[in-house]
């Protein structure tokens, strides 16, 4: 079964951290780019961070840079999302997604969502 399950949400106050990780089952993640979006209440999802398959090139929003990293474990199978300095603008839900374009098709997962509130 193909699945990406995400895991580490939580409440944290502001300027605290929080690590959230997504494991891939029943496909390799290093052969897809992988990322993080989130969608806060009444917002659109939004794209956080991603890195590529390739190279492992990262993008990172404005919203996040400086604060968040991004990183992928090929042999645990996972990608993980470090978030430092938290704000109480990063409180959303948090979607692993992982994406292969290959001769004009494309396979697009997605997480569950985790949870992630900052708040005093």
């Known amino acids: 079964q193909v699945q990406l399950v995400e895991s580490g949400g939580g409440l944290v106050q502001p300027g605290g951290s929080l690590r959230l990780s997504c494991a891939a089952s029943g496909f390799r993640l290093e052969h897809y780019a992988k990322g993080w979006f989130r969608q806060a209440p009444g917002k659109e999802r939004e794209g956080v961070s991603c890195i590529s398959d390739s190279d492992d090139s990262t993008y990172y929003s404005d919203s996040v840079k400086g604060r968040f990293t991004i990183s992928r474990d090929n042999a645990k199978n996972t990608v993980s999302l470090q978030m430092n300095s938290l704000k109480p603008e990063d409180t959303a839900v948090y979607y692993c997604?992982?994406?292969?374009?290959?001769?004009?098709?494309?396979?697009?997962?997605w997480g569950q969502g985790t949870q992630v509130t900052v708040s005093s």
């Open positions: 997604n992982a994406v292969q374009r290959y001769e004009g098709t494309e396979s697009n997962y």
